[in-house]
């Protein structure tokens, strides 16, 4: 309960006991109180005054109550993102604030425990059987499996990432409750209040965790530019390289545990807030799914353009490009650009070369697959036991695969062969015929004529990349914080 009183907001807590917390006794509740203060000066000492015993007419303690400096309003971030007013400035001093708490936070086993992938899984597989347990099913069933399901397989797939996470010291005693509503943007910078204190466990996350609360609200508020920009902000103070799909997995928890929140209040007659769940809901799959950790080969014969449209995917998608002409020369000691021609299967293009280049190649997706990177291979990928290998690694990292091979006529495969000058590739017209002998089909790839303009046959290959939501409403496959 709010007492407002002037310039003074007094706080009290109700004798409840709800479970996971326990206010029935007037000792509990001292305590709770003295915490609130001492964890919301973190971010806000000049608001939390302090703590004030309330007594009776024979001096024993009543109550406590916590004493707060009173906020206008209307300077709530949430009141001035509604209304368009420029926040950015003051976003831009919150992210620095909470990177700041952050960067002095504690570190042990006990707050290191809880930025576990197990600790995520948990938290996760608990809210939906919380939905699920409702008597009153308020969000869809196919959309809670899908996010269900997208959210165990990044899990499942990403256990090197957590664990360096965790390793790098990114777990932190943080706010745990970042909302607009309780930021106020003051002439002097702004104030973060009501951090949560009743439990420490879900104040001890990642801190990207931590930040993609606020980024999820302001993107709930519609303001999906500056919750980008916040989350770029708080990267930028934090010094944190997290990968993209760390980002939106992150925005997708803080939303669906919005929308369970949604859904209990809906189950207490609040009829408004069966919306604001399935806008949630919507909010969280589509995170997950900008988010999935993609593995995409583009293979082809020579001449055919994979190289280029591989470069071109991974620029459009934002993420790490291998190469097998870059590797092979790599693995033999020499310089990308330093020719190596030879006849075919002869020099570093020898069976066992070959086998080990792909070997290679394979063993560094599966590193950057594990830490949340999507990875591009660009490989000729000619033969079925390598791609069959490609198809184990993207099941044991439980990661998307999406297969391209490159086609264009013989007349515009040789052209290209016969102008080819200081690249790293050092396959002729020779090589060419005599890979095209010992090709295998591919039946699993998407074919994409590159005897087209370039733009042209870098939308055909999105296309296919993105195939997989082609049935799901646009809002829902995509975010501002998608990469590219």
Same mark, same amino acid.
């Given at each position: 309960?709010?007492?407002?009183?002037?310039?003074?907001?007094?706080?009290?807590?109700?004798?409840?006991?709800?479970?996971?917390?326990?206010?029935?006794?007037?000792?509990?509740?001292?305590?709770?109180?003295?915490?609130?203060?001492?964890?919301?000066?973190?971010?806000?000492?000049?608001?939390?005054?302090?703590?004030?015993?309330?007594?009776?007419?024979?001096?024993?303690?009543?109550?406590?109550?916590?004493?707060?400096?009173?906020?206008?309003?209307?300077?709530?971030?949430?009141?001035?993102?509604?209304?368009?007013?420029?926040?950015?400035?003051?976003?831009?001093?919150?992210?620095?604030?909470?990177?700041?708490?952050?960067?002095?936070?504690?570190?042990?086993?006990?707050?290191?425990?809880?930025?576990?992938?197990?600790?995520?899984?948990?938290?996760?597989?608990?809210?939906?059987?919380?939905?699920?347990?409702?008597?009153?099913?308020?969000?869809?069933?196919?959309?809670?499996?899908?996010?269900?399901?997208?959210?165990?397989?990044?899990?499942?797939?990403?256990?090197?990432?957590?664990?360096?996470?965790?390793?790098?010291?990114?777990?932190?005693?943080?706010?745990?409750?970042?909302?607009?509503?309780?930021?106020?943007?003051?002439?002097?910078?702004?104030?973060?209040?009501?951090?949560?204190?009743?439990?420490?466990?879900?104040?001890?996350?990642?801190?990207?965790?931590?930040?993609?609360?606020?980024?999820?609200?302001?993107?709930?508020?519609?303001?999906?530019?500056?919750?980008?920009?916040?989350?770029?902000?708080?990267?930028?103070?934090?010094?944190?390289?997290?990968?993209?799909?760390?980002?939106?997995?992150?925005?997708?928890?803080?939303?669906?545990?919005?929308?369970?929140? $949604?859904?209990?209040?809906?189950?207490?007659?609040?009829?408004?807030?069966?919306?604001?769940?399935?806008?949630?809901?919507?909010?969280?799959?589509?995170?997950?799914?900008?988010?999935?950790?993609?593995?995409?080969?583009?293979?082809?014969?020579?001449?055919?353009?994979?190289?280029?449209?591989?470069?071109?995917?991974?620029?459009?998608?934002?993420?790490?490009?291998?190469?097998?002409?870059?590797?092979?020369?790599?693995?033999?000691?020499?310089?990308?650009?330093?020719?190596?021609?030879?006849?075919?299967?002869?020099?570093?293009?020898?069976?066992?070369?070959?086998?080990?280049?792909?070997?290679?190649?394979?063993?560094?997706?599966?590193?950057?697959?594990?830490?949340?990177?999507?990875?591009?291979?660009?490989?000729?990928?000619?033969?079925?036991?390598?791609?069959?290998?490609?198809?184990?690694?993207?099941?044991?990292?439980?990661?998307?695969?999406?297969?391209?091979?490159?086609?264009?006529?013989?007349?515009?495969?040789?052209?290209?062969? $016969?102008?080819?000058?200081?690249?790293?590739?050092?396959?002729?017209?020779?090589?060419?015929?005599?890979?095209?002998?010992?090709?295998?089909?591919?039946?699993?790839?998407?074919?994409?004529?590159?005897?087209?303009?370039?733009?042209?046959?870098?939308?055909?290959?999105?296309?296919?990349?993105?195939?997989?939501?082609?049935?799901?409403?646009?809002?829902?496959?995509?975010?501002?914080?998608?990469?590219?």
């Amino acid at each position: 309960m709010v007492i407002l009183l002037g310039d003074h907001a007094f706080k009290l807590k109700k004798p409840v006991d709800l479970g996971f917390l326990d206010f029935t006794t007037l000792e509990a509740r001292r305590v709770m109180c003295h915490k609130e203060v001492e964890l919301n000066r973190r971010l806000a000492p000049d608001v939390y005054e302090g703590v004030a015993d309330v007594s009776g007419p024979d001096g024993r303690v009543r109550e406590h109550l916590v004493v707060m400096r009173r906020m206008p309003d209307e300077r709530r971030l949430s009141a001035l993102v509604q209304s368009g007013a420029p926040v950015e400035d003051a976003l831009c001093r919150v992210a620095r604030m909470i990177a700041g708490m952050h960067a002095r936070s504690p570190h042990s086993p006990r707050i290191d425990e809880q930025g576990s992938g197990q600790a995520l899984r948990s938290r996760w597989t608990a809210s939906f059987r919380e939905v699920r347990a409702l008597p009153e099913a308020v969000l869809d069933a196919d959309v809670l499996g899908e996010i269900e399901g997208l959210t165990l397989r990044y899990l499942d797939g990403r256990g090197p990432l957590f664990a360096a996470r965790v390793a790098e010291g990114r777990i932190v005693d943080g706010h745990g409750d970042l909302l607009a509503d309780d930021i106020f943007c003051l002439d002097d910078g702004p104030r973060i209040l009501d951090c949560l204190e009743f439990d420490d466990r879900l104040r001890f996350v990642d801190g990207l965790d931590d930040a993609a609360f606020l980024a999820m609200d302001l993107e709930r508020l519609g303001a999906p530019r500056l919750a980008e920009s916040f989350l770029c902000w708080y990267a930028e103070f934090s010094g944190d390289p997290s990968p993209p799909s760390l980002w939106h997995h992150y925005v997708a928890y803080r939303a669906f545990v919005r929308a369970k929140v $949604a859904c209990l209040r809906h189950g207490q007659g609040d009829d408004a807030a069966a919306w604001a769940a399935r806008r949630l809901a919507e909010l969280t799959l589509g995170h997950l799914q900008a988010g999935e950790v993609t593995l995409v080969l583009v293979g082809g014969l020579p001449g055919t353009g994979k190289s280029t449209l591989a470069a071109a995917v991974a620029d459009r998608l934002g993420c790490t490009l291998l190469t097998s002409d870059r590797l092979r020369k790599e693995l033999a000691g020499i310089s990308p650009y330093q020719p190596a021609a030879a006849p075919f299967g002869e020099g570093i293009y020898r069976a066992e070369s070959t086998e080990r280049t792909y070997a290679e190649l394979l063993s560094r997706a599966e590193r950057l697959l594990g830490l949340g990177e999507p990875v591009v291979v660009d490989a000729s990928w000619t033969d079925a036991a390598h791609r069959a290998a490609a198809a184990c690694l993207a099941r044991r990292t439980s990661t998307h695969l999406t297969a391209l091979c490159c086609v264009a006529p013989p007349e515009v495969t040789a052209e290209r062969l $016969a102008r080819r000058v200081g690249g790293i590739s050092d396959a002729d017209q020779a090589i060419a015929a005599a890979m095209t002998a010992t090709t295998t089909p591919w039946p699993d790839a998407t074919e994409i004529d590159t005897d087209a303009p370039p733009e042209r046959t870098l939308e055909r290959a999105m296309t296919a990349i993105h195939a997989r939501w082609a049935d799901v409403p646009r809002r829902f496959r995509r975010s501002r914080m998608e990469p590219g």
